[in-house]
């Protein structure tokens, strides 16, 4: 389950508010679908919050008319909106890809830390004879 979460994250996801009546309704024909629900809310008794992947929202809109359920898209969340939020700004995406390929180039190098111990011989020298 956790894999799937995941994989909405990256293929993008919406928080979606659905009101109606016939919400059981709703959510019988959503499961017959097999379409993916995940943290689910019940505020009210004809309120209902939810977790949908971006692929799947038409489908649950086409649904939600059959029920005669109204859709709010209250947050829109995952990397397709992310990038979609930096469209314009695209030397700051490739000053981050350079950055991020000049880290992994360098911590490809090896440094060696020598420790080497004092050889030092405090039995023959005196260090109090000042």
């Known amino acids: 389950m956790y894999f799937k979460i995941l994989m909405y994250y990256i293929f993008g996801y919406v928080n979606v508010i659905i009101e109606g009546f016939f919400i059981e309704k709703f959510i019988n024909k959503c499961i017959s679908k097999r379409i993916f629900f995940w943290n689910t809310k019940r505020t ?5 919050s939810a977790n949908i992947g971006v692929n799947n929202y ?8 059959e029920c005669k359920c109204r859709i709010k898209i209250n947050r829109k969340r995952g990397v397709p909106f992310v990038l979609n939020r930096y469209r314009k700004r695209k030397i700051f995406a490739a000053s981050l890809l350079i950055i991020t ?14 420790i080497r111990r004092c050889k030092w011989n405090y039995a023959k020298r005196d260090y109090w004879n000042y």
Do not use: L, R
């Not at 009210?44 to 209902?48: L, N, P, R």
């Not at 038409?58 to 008319?65: G, H, Q, S």
């Not at 390929?101 to 020598?114: G, L, R, T």
């Open 44 to 48: 009210k008794s004809t309120i209902f």
């Open 58 to 65: 038409k489908e649950v809109v086409k649904i939600a008319k």
């Open 101 to 114: 390929a000049v880290i992994i180039v360098i911590s490809n190098f090896i440094w060696n830390i020598e």
